[in-house]
């Protein structure tokens, strides 16, 4: 399948109480809002950046 698009899990490993609104809505964005979810979401760059903003919030759980 050379039209398979990479996924990445990612799991919320901390609360956005107290943390910048857009921060919160990055989080939203990424289908997260509590901890301990997970959301599986394709690899691109724009993804990759979004978790790089919230890196202290989340943690990548699998690549495929």
Do not use: C, F, Y
């Not at 943390?19 to 919160?24: A, G, K, N, V």
Request: no cysteine; charged share 25%; hydrophobic share 40%.
């Amino acid at each position: 399948m050379a039209n398979a698009a990479k996924t990445i899990t990612v799991e919320q490993t901390a609360s956005a109480i107290r943390r910048h609104h857009s921060q919160r809505a990055t989080l939203i964005g990424l289908k997260l809002n509590k901890i301990g979810r997970t959301a599986e979401l394709q690899d691109t760059p724009e993804v990759r950046g979004m978790i790089s903003k919230v890196q202290h919030l989340v943690r990548i759980v699998d690549e495929k």
